[in-house]
């Protein structure tokens, strides 16, 4: 049997972890397997639904380089792909179950079923379990009473006749075998709304069923949703699909991953400097393990290790600061020219080249892409290349005099020392690290003093600050005239200092 299985987000919200989550697997499940991966949008709640959503989808799996085989936007043999475009169908299907037997006319005005729900409600205590509360009182209207009042007009909807009495039972591919009393689900739950429009029980498996998905892997939340399914492909006689709902995704609390949590929408990650790689790896990871101590994986490792066997019952905790490493490891895997062109919208943004939104000119470009090695591992976060970079591109503030200052040494050796840097500052700059280190240790050996002492008060100078990227590369980038100004700025100040 060839796989089919699919993703069919319903467009009324910004994609987020959990949406992607479910996603990845059934693209890696259908990857792993040869079969086909689609995408189908279920927008069957029109007042909910909007087409800003169906663009931000659009965007996110562009952007995490995420393809389907068949949907929306590519087509398919199985179209069309979105649901508002399938409206008659569902309403064909419906029609076919009257005929069954396996669903009926309801005529029961809104005011009615309100208060049913409403009286159900107080017996029940405030927790109403079933959504709709429905008292099943237009079950037994005589089928061809029914038709006589549908065809002389009057408003009705079409509910599903569930069979009472007996009990569903179907088997999830994670959580085992699982059975549920018929007259525990939804009372015969509206399948067609009084405007025709079906409800997301109708569309969804009439088309899982005709665009021939064999297996449903999505969130654990639809898990009560199971038994009613499986009752509705029974009512049509078909074979249903292979269920496998998917561990769910809690913050570190226990809870539900949230807003609360930190950032849930992919356009959030995005913003703040997440690789698409690197989300995804770490996307696939949650509530999956492939092998033991290996944890980065291209999108075809995952492919090719993927299956339901290595998927996890116990739900998945996700974690903003592993997935922070994650990041981290694949910036250092990027090479300078890649780093510089995904950080430099980030770095245009921060005003690193003037004021904020301002380009790149002249060599600035250059220096940029020069400069990728002094950070690479050191960031974590595209946006952090520009924080950390801006003295390549301005001159800092000379800093106060206390910083310059090694541990342990005063304001008039400091001045020797920065003294004794700046003669090192041009053949350093024309020098590799190597070399660089070496004309330094050499230098602090002869003069006696500590290697570190000799490079604090030169790299306060050059970096204006006493933490700064690699001293070697910067004086390489910055050049030794420029490095130079910078150190005799810093000398004038200190030396006014000392005799002030
Ligand atoms: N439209 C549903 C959703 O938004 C699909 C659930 C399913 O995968 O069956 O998640
Ligand atoms: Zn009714």
């Not at 492909?233 to 991953?257: A, I, R, T």
């Not at 090479?335 to 919208?345: G, H, V």
Request: aromatic share 10%; net charge negative; charged share 25%.
């Amino acid at each position: 049997m060839s796989i089919r299985d699919r993703y069919a987000p319903s467009p009324t919200g910004l994609q987020h972890i959990g949406g992607i989550r479910t996603a990845l697997f059934n693209y890696l499940y259908a990857r792993s397997a040869g079969g086909k991966f689609i995408l189908r949008l279920e927008d069957t709640d029109r007042t909910r639904s909007d087409q800003s959503f169906v663009q931000n989808l659009y965007d996110t799996f562009a952007w995490l380089n995420l393809r389907w085989d068949e949907g929306p936007d590519i087509g398919g043999p199985f179209g069309p792909y979105i649901q508002s475009e399938r409206f008659e169908l569902y309403k064909k299907y419906a029609l076919e179950l009257i005929e069954k037997d396996r669903a009926y006319y309801c005529f029961c005005s809104q005011e009615r079923l309100d208060k049913v729900r409403a009286d159900r409600e107080a017996a029940q205590g405030a927790s109403g379990s079933h959504e709709s509360g429905y008292d099943r009182h237009c079950r037994d209207i005589d089928r061809e009473e029914a038709a006589e009042r549908v065809r002389a007009g009057e408003k009705c909807t079409i509910r599903l006749k569930i069979p009472l009495g007996e009990s569903t039972k179907f088997h999830d591919h994670l959580l085992g075998d699982i059975e549920w009393k018929n007259d525990d689900v939804n009372p015969d739950p509206v399948l067609l709304k009084t405007d025709g429009f079906p409800t997301y029980h109708l569309a969804n498996i009439v088309d899982d069923h005709l665009m021939g998905i064999t297996h449903v892997l999505r969130a654990q939340e639809w898990l009560s949703s199971t038994p009613l399914h499986v009752i509705m492909y029974k009512s049509f006689g078909w074979e249903h699909p292979e269920f496998c709902h998917l561990p769910m995704v809690m913050g570190q609390d226990g809870k539900k991953l949230s807003k609360r949590h930190g950032a849930t929408s992919i356009d959030e990650f995005r913003r703040q400097g997440y690789l698409p790689e690197a989300l995804l790896n770490y996307v696939a990871l949650l509530g999956a393990s492939y092998e033991e101590g290996k944890e980065i994986y291209t999108p075809e490792e995952l492919s090719a290790r993927f299956s339901l066997e290595k998927l996890n019952k116990a739900p998945a905790i996700f974690d903003y600061k592993k997935l922070e490493w994650f990041n981290g490891q694949y910036i250092r895997m990027k090479s300078d020219d890649e780093l510089a062109a995904l950080a430099l919208p980030y770095a245009i943004t921060a005003g690193l080249f003037g004021k904020a939104g301002v380009e790149p000119e002249g060599t600035q470009k250059l220096t940029f892409i020069a400069a990728m090695p002094l950070i690479k591992e050191r960031i974590n976060f595209l946006h952090e290349a520009a924080e950390k970079l801006g003295y390549l591109f301005s001159e800092p503030p000379t800093p106060a005099a206390a910083e310059f200052i090694p541990k342990k040494s005063d304001l008039a050796q400091t001045v020797t020392l920065l003294k004794l840097g700046r003669e090192l500052v041009r053949p350093m700059a024309k020098s590799n690290d190597a070399d660089a280190e070496a004309l330094i240790k050499a230098a602090a050996e002869k003069a006696g003093v500590k290697l570190g002492d000799l490079m604090m008060p030169l790299r306060v100078a050059v970096t204006g600050a006493r933490v700064s990227p690699p001293l070697f590369g910067s004086l390489r980038i910055l050049g030794a005239e420029q490095a130079l100004a910078r150190v005799d700025k810093a000398l004038a100040a200190l030396s006014a200092e000392v005799s002030g």
